[in-house]
Nanobody, 129 residues
């Protein structure tokens, strides 16, 4: 079992920045190199979609095209935290952002939300125009 917690959402004007943080706490006590962590978002009436992904050990990352160059995912191994720095925010970035963790993902399966087993409760990000 893994407990996933997000923080850092809020209201910001277009062009502004926010930083989201996610802490994943496995029952085993620490995240191993095989773990993956990801940020997803879901706007009203839309499906949940991947924003950014990080493979813990290899530090491999992936970004959705809509956020590439504006968002950065990073890890802090000391406290099992994954952050999402969001710059130059746009109104279309408004959504509930979810952090997810899993250790069974292979290939490009990380792009499919249904493949992730552990989820946080979500944090609202609202970007005003």
């Amino acid at each position: 079992q893994v407990h996933v917690t997000e923080s850092g959402g809020g209201l910001v004007q277009a062009g502004g920045s926010l930083r989201l943080s996610c802490t994943a706490s496995p029952a085993s006590g620490r995240i191993l190199s095989s773990w993956a962590l990801g940020w997803f978002r879901q706007a009203p009436g839309k499906e949940r979609s991947l924003v950014a992904y990080l493979r813990w050990g290899a530090r491999t990352t992936y970004y959705a095209e809509s956020v590439r160059g504006r968002f950065t995912i990073s890890r802090d191994s000391a406290d099992h935290t994954v952050s999402l720095q969001m710059n130059n925010l746009k109104p279309e970035d408004t959504a509930v952002y979810y952090c997810a963790a899993d250790r069974t993902l292979t290939g490009t399966s990380y792009r499919d939300p249904s493949r992730w087993n552990y989820w946080g409760q979500g944090t609202q990000v609202t970007v005003s125009s």
